[in-house]
């Protein structure tokens, strides 16, 4: 970039903000410009240069910054543009750290408050039920919602005979099923015998065959009565 003095001969990189000669170029505006429209808290003024009394040097530059969302301001001054650029932007993100963590303090604040205002609601919610539950007993016990039994026998006579007493001899009683839980059917083992499988193997099923044929015994018996008594 060519500086627009006449009496200057620099040239500069294209993004520079000022000559070496001290000049500042304007199209840098537009630079500020937008980083000030993308985050409209911040205020950056123009650069100014400061002049020895006989304008024969610049002896320092420095630029106007704000913060309007934490109300903060600051000048940031430099012997030299690249060191006040550098300024203005270590400036600029200490302010950002601070609104980041001011923002996320608010915004736990404000959820405190959300959820404080929602147990409200809830409580409240929750006494207006215990409220008509106790309403609802107390209405309950003025009335008297006693049973008449008596009311609801029925006294009438009835329209068949009351059958006879059974006899005794009509009594029947079957032989009782062999229970398999029993300790004649539960097999005990001995010491080798829980040792060895094969013999506890043969014991298990010697008391399986007792109780099969216990219950066999037990059909038979049980078939024999009923034919016997005419069931």
């Keep these: 970039m060519k500086c627009p003095r006449s009496d200057c001969d620099f040239t500069n990189p294209p993004e520079a903000i000022y000559c070496d000669c001290g000049y500042y170029f304007q199209e840098n505006d537009v630079v500020t410009t937008n980083k000030t429209e993308k985050n409209s808290l911040l205020r950056i003024g123009t650069p100014e240069e400061h002049w020895n009394t006989s304008n024969s040097r610049i002896l320092k530059y420095s630029v106007e ?35 980041k963590k001011l923002e996320l303090k608010r915004k736990i604040t404000k959820e405190k408050e959300a959820n404080l205002e929602e147990a409200n609601t809830r409580s409240e919610e929750a006494r207006n039920a215990f409220e008509q539950i106790d309403n609802l007993l107390i209405h309950t016990l003025s009335i008297d919602d006693t049973v008449d039994w008596e009311s609801l026998k029925k006294k009438e006579s009835f329209s068949e005979m009351k059958p006879s007493k059974p006899s005794k001899e009509s009594y029947r009683e079957y032989p009782a099923q062999p229970d398999k839980n029993s300790d004649v059917f539960m097999p ?44």
């Design 65 to 99: 910054m704000e913060h309007k969302g934490l109300k903060e301001h600051k000048l940031v001054s430099a012997p030299a543009p690249d060191m006040l650029e550098n300024k203005a932007n270590h400036q600029i993100q200490k302010w950002e750290e601070k609104w």
């Design 188 to 231: 005990t083992f001995t010491f080798f015998e829980k040792l060895n499988k094969s013999k506890k193997e043969r014991k298990i099923q010697e008391f399986e065959n007792r109780y099969s044929n216990a219950i066999s015994d037990w059909e038979e018996e049980k078939y024999k009565y009923s034919w016997c008594c005419g069931s």
